[in-house]
């Protein structure tokens, strides 16, 4: 399943699998001591889940991250980029040097501060430390799924997101340094982004306004053009978290904004989600099959397209989008959080949208975030169950 689609946004996400628990078990998170503290930064360790408590300027959330995850930076680094993607598949290090500068040369200044400040502790160097945030574009893409629940299938309880992320097989063993981020920049929104550690772009994220973003690829419909003369997607969505406080103001930039690959992207507040197919040529937006139910899995399904994807292709994108559609409609007025848990932890060969643990798509992480009470639940199959996190107790 790997091809060397080495460029600089042969990437995307995906979101499945695990097979159906008992009953979800949760670990539970409290700001007692941090692990780790240094200027003004905190590392909590619910777990084996890091969660990065970061502020000031953005140079100094870089220092406090590049000090605070030193040793997960490097153990990251020789694990995925030395020993995986250049050991196992032969991967130059100066074709992968050159794929991460094609992602980074488009950086706004202040997020390439955060990684210039991160090389400064982490024992990493610039460029080591450029090629680590592009972890994720050194392979092929695969897909992903998300759900949204409010108003009729929530029982008039706060809209609720689920998503999957999954990636290739070996993208399990990094798992283990996924991170939590939670920047509280000096000037602007704070925001949490869920990465791999030492990575810098919004794949799956949420402000303090309870704005939540999460990325799908879009291959099987959109296809693979791609500009590279474009600002990279997963780029602009963290800045969309820093800089506005409103889903309308998130609307209005996606509409402002063009692609430089084919990404669905679904967003929500408290009150309502929509979902947005991105292609480089245009920009549909869907607010879902019924009143308090939006579906996403990788191929477009906002009718105007006009397009029909054949079964057996794209990543069991009509499978998935099925079964979480048929798992929302037979939970209708009752999906809560332990709902939505059991929901995302659904094999698809039991009804669900999450691939077998076994094969060449894995599980890496999955999310449930309740935007009006700025809550998140995280699980990383195989490393961690699902962990509550207050992110009340994190912004500033």
């Known amino acids: 399943m790997f091809n060397?689609?080495?460029l600089p946004v042969a990437f995307a996400v995906l979101f499945l699998f695990l097979p159906v628990q008992a009953a979800a078990s949760q670990v539970e998170t409290s700001l007692n001591e941090p692990a780790k503290t240094w200027q003004g930064g905190k590392l909590y360790r619910p777990g084996t889940l890091n969660v990065l408590q970061l502020e000031g300027t953005y140079l100094e959330m870089g220092r406090q991250y590049g000090h605070l995850m030193s040793y997960v930076l490097q153990d990251l680094y020789q694990e995925a980029v030395v020993d995986y993607f250049m050991e196992k598949k032969?991967?130059?290090r100066e074709?992968?040097?050159q794929t991460a500068k094609g992602l980074y040369e488009f950086y706004p200044r202040r997020f390439k501060d955060l990684i210039q400040g991160m090389a400064q502790t982490?024992?990493?160097d610039l460029e080591e430390q450029i090629m680590l945030n592009?972890?994720?574009?050194?392979?092929t893409l695969s897909g992903c799924s998300a759900i949204f629940a409010w108003n009729d299938f929530?029982?008039?309880?706060?809209l609720i997101t689920g998503r999957n992320y999954d990636w290739f097989e070996s993208y399990t063993d990094f798992a283990s340094s996924l991170t939590l981020t939670v920047f509280n920049p000096h000037s602007g929104t704070s925001a949490a982004i869920v990465t791999l550690a030492g990575v810098i772009y919004a794949t799956t994220g949420i402000n303090s306004e309870g704005i939540f973003i999460e990325l799908n690829n879009g291959l099987p419909s959109g296809g693979k053009l791609t500009h590279l003369n474009r600002v990279h997607a997963v780029i602009n969505l963290l800045a969309f978290l820093?800089?506005?406080e409103t889903i309308e103001q998130v609307d209005a930039a996606m509409h402002s904004t063009r692609s430089n690959f084919s990404f669905i992207i679904n967003i929500a507040d408290q009150n309502k989600a929509f979902s947005y197919e991105w292609p480089p040529f245009g920009l549909k937006r869907r607010s879902g099959e019924e009143n308090g139910l939006l579906v996403s899995t990788n191929h477009f399904a906002h009718p105007s397209w006009g397009l029909m994807l054949q079964d057996g292709t794209g990543f069991k994108s009509i499978k998935?989008?099925?079964?979480l559609l048929k798992l929302g409609r037979e939970n209708k007025g009752t999906i809560n959080i332990s709902k939505m848990m059991k929901i995302l932890d659904t094999s698809m060969q039991q009804g669900g949208a999450t691939w077998p643990p076994e094969g060449d798509i894995r599980t890496v992480y999955q999310v449930i975030a309740e935007p009006e009470t700025l809550r998140l639940w995280i699980k990383v199959p195989g490393h961690q169950d699902w962990t509550d996190v207050d992110l009340n107790d994190y912004f500033q």
């Not at 929530?154 to 706060?158: F, K, Q, V």
């Open 4 to 6: 060397k689609i080495i």
């Open 90 to 92: 032969g991967l130059s």
């Open 95 to 97: 074709t992968m040097l």
């Open 122 to 124: 982490s024992g990493l």
């Open 134 to 139: 592009a972890l994720e574009l050194y392979g």
């Open 154 to 158: 929530t029982a008039g309880s706060p």
């Open 242 to 244: 820093f800089d506005y």
């Open 320 to 323: 998935r989008r099925d079964n």
